[in-house]
């Protein structure tokens, strides 16, 4: 209960945060009843989709300061274990997400253990190895397609239909991944003020004092760890019953991993609007780039030159993103 | 029954032998220092104890169970906590939320550990700061930070490292009062490391002391000031011969 | 039997171009602590710049090493200057962040400039010849000849490091950057040294490469992977170590050939139907992540 009232709590927080939130919020919630062209609503439910990657990894890589960069593979396996379960057996949305994120949330158990003996560096490229095994173990796993992958079909599905999750208009996608997407934000503003929160941050700012004070450092990383696959698992099933054709390629490359790291890191890690604000700006910058000069084909590429860019400059100033920019500015710091 | 008690202490690191055979008993209430000239094997000392550090050979019982081996958040869950000496803070914890860590250990609930943390707080003089970063309070306030996130683990035992290195007098002063209260009205025994003569000396019941990895002497305070290997092991060989007659001993 | 004898042959020849991939991560990590992501793409700008100086000037593939030489040391000063040295004041995720940026960069780059198809190298004094070398085992030229240069050029920089005055400095600056500035190292130098040398030798070992590998802008990743693991396996700021492991990876990458032998003694049906083949690098992964979770400390490592 205490948890709950946790999560509903903002206070900490100045009042014109408050204020720029409650627009924003509004803003989302009215968005597609005004008009509005196909391709801003693609864009706008790829940036809910990442906000919600990248609060999930937040928890581990920023409050915890681990920098996974092997998220892809929960990706992965939330999206197969829905399209495998709808297309073989006709198994809904809502049995077969908390089904894949169960068995994604096992396997984060699983690689944590071993995983979380490693440290920075370390444990960034161990992340990226595991993440790249089980790509390329997808990719001849005729079970689940091959590199061929899935495809769900919906031509018997006209209907909207909430329980497969599988509609034509992307009116209904975009709220039910807004209702996803508040639900992450209560969850992280209960976690951060969590005692797994508190100690995360303990440990992050040093680990051998978080141990002194009788934190179980190992442990306390691995939860979370499996907390950040929960939610990057979910979007992941969402993402098979959106796009309904999912190969290992576009869902479990590293290229994924890097985008919801770097979806984080440049909003501002270690923050609760940061990922937001990360996905606010990269996702946008990345769609309409694509747009205007992908299509040339002599500027492919010029999208992640620049997201490159953006980066190095970032890490070389500030860092802790936007959000600790914007702190900078104001001078003072909240998480 | 002594509540901590090393029993032939052995550290090696790769053949350098930080802590030679070191033997010694605290009990229940009493407040103990440890000195020594640099090098001696203190922190090591503190850090075997601790946990942090496994050691070599030798046997550490705390509370009547044997601790040796253990892993450090399992000691310090047994009541067993230490401040760091060197804390390089760079995180975005506030003084109330580092407190709160501490607390955590006792309680699941984020409210009762803010209210006890903020119990602390206020006995540590440390309540217009508690909002505040740990990394901006200046070095006296964030060593008094230290003590309550270890206070907030409600430790039997608390092993205190340097805490007045890099204090100016007045702030010696007010440690050495804070650290006598913690002693007298929580009713936890200390064990502190320290080099700043004028504090242990003064409210240590009993003093240890080391020198290259040995245990050269033990005893209240004002014996070890006037023991001989004391004051070779501080000042060397050469000024030994300035000793009173009769009293240097050895070669 | 001529089978294994050639995966064999073939691993040891890979192993010492790989060795000399690696040796260029070691060395900017040994001295400055860095762990440089982009490492596989500057092997890939190596590989681009010997196959275009040959294209373009018509030279020997082999002749290209110098170029790639050069350009790898320049460049390896620039990206300090110009932007490594920065990171080097903030906080680790700052240095992940910063060199993963870099990655991103340059492998995109590439892409924009070259395209993403294969190229290789089609004409040149070796190519096409192989030896003999008994037993049944052919060997191509170009990859023995590669072999044999990236153990010179792996020998050369050994002995930089350590015979030289400016190699001691340089493992003064890894050993205490602090105590280094002290007896009057300038250490600042040192670290834009070791980009430079580091940076160096991966160019030069991609002119080595892409005399028998094709190359396409991504390939860096793929490399980049394999030289952590071989500074994994030979421990992270040893230099010899990074010789011997680069040879065990080499092996690792000829597990299907061996997969291939067994089937072929053993006489499985169900051994020849796993497609090994496709799981030629996993297996280098997955040791990656084996060595960091057994044995840390590599072979031969002295730091962590």
Redesign the interface.
């Known amino acids: 209960m205490e948890a709950l009232r946790n999560a509903l709590d903002f206070s900490d927080f100045p009042r014109t945060d408050l204020y720029v939130v409650a627009v924003a919020a509004l803003f989302l919630l009215v968005f597609p009843l005004f008009p509005h062209s196909s391709f801003a609503m693609a864009t706008m439910i790829q940036f809910l989709m990442f906000s919600i990657y990248g609060m999930g990894w937040n928890t581990i890589g920023g409050y915890g300061g681990q920098v996974d960069l092997g998220k892809a593979q929960y990706v992965g396996i939330g999206a197969y274990t829905t399209a495998v379960m709808l297309v073989r057996w006709d198994i809904p949305f809502w049995i077969s997400m908390p089904i894949g994120m169960a068995v994604a949330v096992c396997w984060s158990f699983v690689l944590g253990y071993p995983l979380f003996r490693l440290r920075g560096h370390y444990f960034a490229i161990a992340t990226i190895a595991t993440s790249l095994v089980l790509k390329d173990l997808f990719e001849v796993w005729d079970f689940v397609g091959a590199a061929r992958g899935l495809e769900i079909s919906p031509i018997h599905y006209d209907p909207p239909d909430f329980l497969r999750l599988i509609f034509k208009e992307d009116i209904y996608y975009y709220y039910i991944i807004l209702g996803f997407f508040f639900l992450g934000i209560l969850f992280v503003n209960g976690f951060r003020k969590s005692r797994l929160g508190y100690q995360l941050r303990a440990i992050k700012d040093n680990e051998d004092v978080a141990a002194s004070l009788g934190i179980n450092v190992h442990w306390a990383k691995i939860k979370t760890y499996a907390i950040a696959t929960a939610f990057v698992s979910l979007v992941g099933s969402f993402h098979a019953c959106y796009i309904k054709n999912i190969e290992p390629e576009d869902t479990m490359s590293l290229h994924i991993s890097i985008l919801i790291a770097l979806m984080a890191m440049l909003g501002g890690a270690g923050s609760l609007w940061g990922p937001i604000i990360g996905a606010a700006v990269l996702i946008p910058l990345k769609s309409y780039l694509k747009e205007w000069l992908g299509a040339h084909a002599g500027l492919i590429g010029i999208d992640l030159v620049m997201y490159g860019t953006i980066i190095m400059l970032v890490s070389a100033v500030e860092p802790r993103g936007i959000w600790g920019l914007m702190e900078r500015i104001r001078g003072r710091r909240r998480g | 029954m002594a509540l901590l008690k090393v029993e032939r202490l052995v550290k090696d690191f790769d053949g350098l032998r930080a802590n030679d055979h070191i033997s010694f008993q605290v009990e229940t209430g009493e407040l103990v220092g440890i000195i020594g000239p640099n090098g001696a094997g203190k922190t090591t000392l503190f850090n075997c104890i601790?946990?942090?550090y496994p050691v070599t050979s030798g046997r550490i019982i705390f509370d009547g169970k044997d601790i040796t081996g253990l892993?450090?958040?399992e000691v310090?869950?047994m009541g067993l906590?230490?401040t760091?000496q060197v804390?390089?803070?760079?995180?975005?914890?506030t003084v109330l939320?580092?407190i709160?860590?501490?607390c955590?250990?006792r309680t699941?609930?984020?409210?009762s550990?803010r209210i006890r943390a903020k119990e602390i707080a206020r006995l540590l003089y440390l309540e217009e700061v508690s909002d505040s970063?740990v990394s901006e309070l200046p070095v006296a306030l964030q060593k008094r930070v230290?003590l309550g996130?270890?206070l907030?683990?409600e430790p039997k035992l608390l092993l205190l490292d340097e805490v007045a290195a890099g204090l100016n007098p007045a702030e010696i002063d007010e440690m050495m009062t804070l650290i006598q209260r913690i002693h007298h009205n929580f009713d936890i025994t200390v064990l502190l490391i320290e080099h700043v003569m004028k504090l242990v000396m003064n409210i240590s019941q009993r003093v240890i002391v080391l020198d290259s990895g040995r245990k050269i002497a033990e005893g209240d305070p004002r014996s070890i000031a006037h023991d001989p290997n004391v004051i070779r092991a501080y000042l060397g060989e050469r000024y030994a011969r300035f000793l009173p007659k009769g009293e240097s001993s050895g070669p | 039997m001529d089978i294994i004898l050639s995966s064999l042959m073939a691993a040891m020849l890979i192993g010492m171009v790989l060795s000399l991939v690696a040796l260029g991560l070691n060395i900017i990590f040994g001295v400055m602590d860095i762990v440089n992501f982009a490492h596989g793409e500057f092997l890939m700008i190596g590989m681009y710049t010997g196959l275009l100086t040959a294209q373009a000037t018509g030279m020997d593939p082999l002749l290209t090493l110098p170029v790639a030489g050069c350009v790898g040391f320049l460049l390896g000063l620039l990206c300090y200057g110009a932007f490594v040295r920065f990171l080097l004041r903030g906080p680790m995720l700052a240095q992940l962040l910063g060199t993963f940026g870099l990655m991103v960069f340059l492998r995109n780059l590439a892409l924009l400039l070259f395209g993403s198809e294969d190229r290789a190298i089609h004409h040149g004094l070796l190519v096409g010849k192989s030896f003999e070398l008994g037993f049944g085992v052919i060997v191509p030229a170009t990859k023995l000849a590669a072999a044999l240069l990236s153990v010179f050029a792996f020998g050369s920089v050994w002995l930089l490091m350590n015979r030289t005055r400016t190699g001691k400095g340089l493992l003064a600056t890894a050993l205490n950057a602090q105590g280094a500035r002290y007896m009057g190292i300038p250490t600042e130098r040192m670290n834009a040294l070791a980009w430079g040398i580091g940076v160096g030798s991966v160019t030069v070992a991609g002119a080595l490469l892409v005399n028998f590998w094709s190359v396409n802008p991504y390939v860096g990743l793929l490399f980049t992977m394999i030289a952590f693991t071989i500074v994994a396996l030979g421990g992270f700021g040893s230099v010899p170590g990074a010789f011997f492991a680069g040879l065990i990876v080499g092996l690792i990458t000829e597990i299907p050939g061996f997969w291939d032998f067994l089937t072929f003694t053993l006489n499985l049906d169900w051994m020849s139907r796993v497609p090994m083949t496709s799981f030629k690098y996993t297996w280098v992964y997955l040791a990656y992540f084996v060595i960091m979770v057994v044995r840390p400390r590599g072979l031969f490592g002295w730091k962590l």
């Not at chain 2, 390089?88 to 914890?93: N, R």
């Open positions: 601790s946990g942090h892993k450090a958040f310090a869950r906590a230490r760091f804390y390089a803070a760079s995180g975005d914890l939320e580092n709160m860590v501490g955590f250990l699941r609930s984020p409210r550990a970063l230290s996130t270890a907030g683990t």
